[in-house]
Every structure is written in C-alpha cells, then in structure tokens.
C-alpha cells in the first residue's frame, strides 16, 4: 500500500493477505484531511478491497 498526499490517493498493487488471514480492517486511515474505512478480504486467490466509510475527497486505485 502506498500513500499519495498530493493527490488524497491510496494505492494498492496486487493486494494479498497472508495465508492465516481471511479479513482485516483499516480504520481511520486519514490522509491530508480525508480520510476512509476499508475492509481487506480474501477472495478466490486474491484480495477484495472494499471502501466501509469515506470522509472527505480520497480515491483508492488497485493495480494487479
């Protein structure tokens, strides 16, 4: 996961979870004033990444 300030931007490239977990997540992830709820969950053999709750102007970009 990667954080960009400049443009209230989180990016993920090939999200994975380790084998032990089937979910996690973040909470008040706050970036340059927003900030988000996501929720991280297996899916096949990947990962699922799911906005919970938004506050303010961020995106989440998903790169495979």
């Not at 990667?2 to 032990?20: Q, S, V, Y």
């Not at 297996?42 to 906005?51: S, Y």
């Amino acid at each position: 996961m990667a954080c960009d300030h400049e443009r209230r931007e989180i990016r993920f490239h090939n999200p994975l979870l380790p084998a032990f977990l089937e979910e996690i997540r973040i909470r008040n992830l706050v970036l340059d004033g927003a900030s988000v709820d996501l929720r991280l969950r297996r899916h096949g053999e990947g990962t699922e990444v799911a906005i919970l709750s938004q506050r303010g102007d961020v995106s989440i970009r998903i790169a495979q």
